[in-house]
């Protein structure tokens, strides 16, 4: 009875536990699989090209992947997926589905705007916009709203642009548009690359 108690007590203390998800080793194949989702929920459809931008969430050089196929996304930006390195070991976990225009975008740990590390970006509007960021915690992107910015004010312009570093009446340097800083990947190679690596999509 005594030893039934025990692997009774033991067996509850295991299933109460989070199983950590292995990790992904290459978020590029994994995505093609796991793109099924995203793309479902928001109408979209796959390309024959995957866009991939690297971002630096936590200021620690240590470079998280935003993935998504050229053309997925509206107004407000492409719908990436994250992938978050893991901490002293090999692989990424993925962070969740995002939305963001990469040239509205700002990452990196920032004390008076998002202290845990993350995405800071706008939703662009006529006269203003407004400052939302994705919160790096656990691993995982959270989206939080930060506030309206009205253009006709002189200190939300401040505000801005000490957030982005430039005036919002300021064009974009037109370079970034010419060298966007995303590579942009054949989905016909990593198809061939799926093939070899056997990787499966959980």
């Not at 992947?65 to 997925?72: D, E, I, K």
């Not at 910015?149 to 430039?166: A, H, I, S, T």
Request: proline content about 6%.
């Amino acid at each position: 009875m005594i030893r039934f108690l025990a692997i009774f007590l033991l067996c509850a203390s295991l299933s109460g536990r989070a199983v950590s998800a292995p990790p992904v080793m290459d978020p590029e194949v994994d995505y093609l699989a796991y793109s099924e989702r995203p793309l479902q929920e928001q109408g979209g459809k796959r390309s024959d090209t995957l866009w991939r931008l690297e971002l630096d969430l936590e200021g620690s050089g240590k470079k998280s992947v935003f993935l998504t196929y050229s053309g997925f996304g509206d107004r407000s930006g492409n719908h990436w997926t994250a992938y978050i390195p893991r901490d002293g070991a090999k692989g990424y976990d993925r962070g969740g589905d995002v939305t963001f225009r990469w040239d509205f975008q700002r990452a990196g740990k920032f004390p008076k705007f998002n202290p845990t590390g993350g995405v800071l970006g706008v939703w662009v509007g006529k006269g203003g916009s407004t400052l939302f960021r994705y919160r790096l915690i656990d691993r995982k992107l959270v989206y939080q709203e930060m506030r309206d910015l009205d253009y006709g004010k002189p200190e939300e312009v401040r505000y801005y642009k000490m957030v982005f570093g430039r005036d919002p009446a300021e064009r974009e340097r037109d370079d970034i548009y010419s060298n966007p800083p995303f590579a942009k990947v054949p989905v016909s190679e990593l198809e061939k690359r799926r093939e070899l690596r056997k990787t499966p999509v959980k």
